[in-house]
Antibody
Framework: QVHFVESGGGLVKPGGSLRLSCAASGFVFGDYYMTWVRQAPGKGLEWVSY????????DYGDFVKGRFTVSRDNGDNTLYLQMNSLTVDDTAVYYC?????????????WGQGTLVSVSS | DIQMTQSPSTLSASVGDRVTITCRAS??????LAWYQQKPGKAPNLLIFRASTLESGVPPRFSGSASGTEFTLTIGSLQPDDFATYYC?????????FGRGTRVEIK
């Protein structure tokens, strides 16, 4: 069955960096677009980034402003999110999620999330 | 940019109640609307896509409908497991917008 395990979250100071990972299993990872979605404490869901199956195409939410980089290793079935220049506003649980198709581009499977806390 | 306005933000209901949550798009989006359920400390779970298509394994007491730019999630008879937060999501290719969520709490 489809399964994701995220890791890499933690406490970091403003201006610091973190690299999140999302290990996938149960499907042909390289056949699917993947996304990152975040949720600040007590707040709603916010789309962060997506990457195409081959890694050739990526995009980011406006708030990223060149600070984050999404990548993937299809040989290792792993999705990454490199986050630099972190601010307190980036504090959130970060989820990876799968996009089943372009025509129905919902998020059909999600990881359990990893918490990123940015604080001095 | 398309905005998704979800209401109410909180809803108090009892087991067995029929519950309706609404999401309005700022412009016509066809049927490109999904609903998710999220329980505290857990990832969201896809309930409905294409405005009214039930995801596999979702109980039939959940239903979705659309009328123009207004979308509705209905829980036919609220069960204890349904107390959660619900989000609508507009999707269009590789662009997504979430509603702000509706928390369904016990009355």
């Amino acid at each position: 069955q489809v399964h994701f395990v995220e890791s890499g979250g933690g406490l970091v100071k403003p201006g610091g960096s973190l690299r999140l990972s999302c290990a996938a299993s149960g499907f042909v990872f390289g056949d699917y677009y993947m996304t990152w979605v975040r949720q600040a404490p007590g707040k709603g869901l916010e789309w962060v980034s997506y990457i195409s199956g081959t890694g050739a195409y990526t995009d980011y939410g406006d708030f990223v402003k060149g600070r984050f980089t999404v990548s993937r290793d299809n040989g290792d079935n792993t999705l990454y999110l490199q986050m630099n220049s972190l601010t307190v506003d980036d504090t959130a649980v970060y989820y990876c999620a799968r996009v089943p198709s372009r025509s129905v581009s919902v998020f059909d499977y999600w990881g359990q999330g990893t918490l990123v806390s940015v604080s001095s | 940019d398309i905005q998704m306005t979800q209401s109410p933000s909180t809803l108090s209901a009892s087991v067995g109640d029929r519950v309706t949550i609404t999401c309005r798009a700022s412009q016509y989006i066809g049927d490109k609307l999904a609903w998710y359920q999220q329980k505290p400390g857990k990832a969201p779970n896809l309930l409905i896509f294409r405005a009214s298509t039930l995801e596999s394994g979702v109980p039939p007491r959940f239903s979705g409908s659309a009328s123009g730019t207004e979308f509705t999630l209905t829980i036919g008879s609220l069960q204890p497991d349904d107390f959660a937060t619900y989000y609508c999501q507009h999707y269009d290719g590789y662009s997504w917008t979430f509603g702000r969520g509706t928390r369904v709490e016990i009355k």
